[in-house]
């Protein structure tokens, strides 16, 4: 009795609690999935799918268009590595370069920020390793950028590898390359929180016309000797 009447004169009853736990948990639930950075998660996102898809798409039109006036399957083959070790170089340094020019920027605009806040020296040393941990990784963005790059080369490598006849050959890639193409969209619109079907015509359109253009001018330069 004394332990109801407690409650009662305090406002609680001990039914509530049953109801309040999950409706915090839900109302946390959902704070924290509007707290997500999504412009922060679209910037990895963004570097991971360009060079994923420029892999694929780089590597699948040197391999179609020299197939276009080759049917050998190792020279097919060879182009297409030559491609991915070409790329991915290209990618990661291109990446470092341009993320440590941003780290660069960065560095200075912090120093000129801390020396016009030089009177007030209270939180500085949180402040410094606060600002540390947001600025960028050039040697993580170039492996990450490479690796992406060399993830979708291998793709119409591995497609082309065991199919001896020409024909079949080119139909597989194409098929393969299509494939993962919708993959590639589909993803990023995910985690991005975009439409997917629109992602998804976007990149696969793109990509072919990327190979056709490409089987085109190299069948017109091969047959016509340009």
Known sequence: MASNLEAKTNGI????????????????????????????RAQWLRAAMLGANDGLITVASMMIGIGAIKEDISVMILTGFA??????CSMGIGEFVSVYTQYDIEIAQMKREREA?????????????????????????????????????????????????HKMRMGVVGAVVS?????????????????????????LI????????????TKLIGTTGL
């Not at 915090?24 to 999504?38: D, L, M, R, T, W």
């Not at 949180?126 to 993830?151: G, I, R």
């Not at 193409?181 to 992602?199: D, E, N, Q």
Request: aromatic share 8%; charged share 15%.
């Open 117 to 165: 806040n030089n009177n007030s020296n209270n939180g500085v040393v949180d402040e410094e390793s606060t600002e540390s941990e947001k600025l960028p990784n050039p040697f993580q963005a170039a492996l990450a950028s490479a690796l992406a790059f060399s993830v979708g080369a291998v793709m119409p490598l591995l497609a082309a590898s065991f199919i001896e006849n």
């Open 206 to 217: 793109g990509g072919w016309m990327a190979m056709a253009i490409t089987f085109g001018f």
């Open 179 to 203: 494939m993962a193409l919708l993959v590639f969209g589909g993803i990023g619109a995910l985690v991005g929180k975009t439409p997917v079907m629109r992602s998804c015509v976007r990149v």
């Open 13 to 40: 009853s001990p039914n509530n609690f049953d109801i309040e736990i999950p409706i915090h948990a839900n109302k946390e639930s959902v704070e924290n999935e509007s707290n997500i950075n999504y412009f922060q």
């Open 83 to 88: 491609g991915l070790v070409a790329g991915a």
